[in-house]
């Protein structure tokens, strides 16, 4: 098979990946070559790639074609398991992937992995995703990354990154549909019993506010938000609350939240919505009435904007 129709998908394996991820997708690609066919005009070759000790660049430790010369077409950080990679840890690896990458292959990574590809700097002033609730330390890190957290994967050409560390299967299946076709990709997901990757993050995501500001004033406002579901937003309420004068709270509420009061109290109230679709027996008028909303229709237009799905469809996937 020549080099063009034999595309090579590297994994990288370093301090703390979670192998079962590398398995996984190891796994998932010699499925996609499987229902492919012995005869098909493409196939993916898969190796793992490790850094020893006494090495200055990770080698080849498995490779399903290992007689073949071609380069890897496509390299993938899958994701650490516990707390992201340290940047001296993750520079060791910088000069292999940005070689790979000026090479002319495509860099992914899924969750935390965005950790060790954020330290090449060529996520830079790119729209990448991670897991949710590693917002802040991604943004504190690598401040010129625009994360999009709604997203389950973002395939931005070159680079491709994954949100949890589930979502390589995602990631997975969106690279058999560039490297071998939808066709394939779609067989492989049903042999699989897995869903292609049409979801997104945000359909799993709950609200976390950002309470380590050090706002004493704005973060009095939040709890008090919390405490009562955030049904009671009136402007001048939320400023008594704080102390504040009206102008100068909404300056500080939205520099030490990164929302507008109310983008906030939208997401309390969305995010107990979510809460009763799970558990309740509530009708959704019932439910939008509960969490703050008079109009129901209101209600839903907001649901469906913050999650992505309407609030029938949201209870229908995620019942108990």
């Given amino acids: 098979m020549s080099d063009d129709a034999l595309r090579e998908i590297g994994l990288l394996i370093y301090p703390g990946v979670q192998m079962a991820a590398v398995l996984g997708m190891t796994d998932l690609f010699e499925t996609a070559n499987f229902v492919s066919g012995a005869g098909a005009a493409r196939s993916i070759r898969i190796s793992h790639w490790q850094l020893a000790a006494d090495e200055d660049q990770p080698t080849r430790i498995f490779d399903t074609v290992p007689s073949a010369a071609n380069k890897p077409a496509v390299v993938i950080v899958p994701p650490a398991l516990g707390t992201p990679i340290s940047p ?41 995703t991670t897991h949710w609730t590693f917002d802040e330390q991604m ?78 004033a704005i973060l009095k406002v939040q709890h008090w938000l919390q405490k009562t579901g955030a049904k009671e937003a009136d402007l001048k309420r939320l400023a008594e609350v704080a102390g504040l004068e009206g102008r100068t709270f909404l300056r500080r509420f939205k520099k030490a939240t990164g ?62």
């Fill in 88 to 128: 001296k840890v993750a520079q060791r690896y910088v000069p292999w992937l940005k070689h790979h990458h000026a090479a002319g292959a495509a860099l992914g990574s899924i969750c935390t992995g965005s950790f060790v590809l954020g330290e090449t700097g060529l996520l830079d002033n790119r729209r990448i």
């Fill in 139 to 216: 943004r504190a890190r690598f401040p010129k990354v625009s994360l999009d957290l709604d997203q389950l994967t973002v395939d931005d050409g070159d680079i491709i990154t994954g949100g949890g560390a589930m979502s390589w299967i995602d990631v997975s299946l969106r690279l058999v549909d560039r490297l071998l076709g939808t066709a394939i990709m779609i067989k492989t997901a049903k042999a699989l019993l897995v869903d292609p990757p049409h979801r997104e993050q945000r359909y799993y995501s709950t609200f976390a506010p950002r309470l380590n500001h050090g706002d004493a």
């Fill in 259 to 320: 929302l507008t009061t109310t983008e906030y109290f939208q997401r309390i109230r969305v995010s107990r919505a979510q809460d009763l679709l799970q558990t309740g027996t509530q009708s959704l008028d019932q439910i939008a009435w509960q969490v703050g909303y008079g109009d129901p229709g209101a209600f839903r237009k907001v649901f469906t904007r913050i999650i992505g799905l309407s609030p029938g469809d949201y209870r229908k996937r995620f019942r108990v």
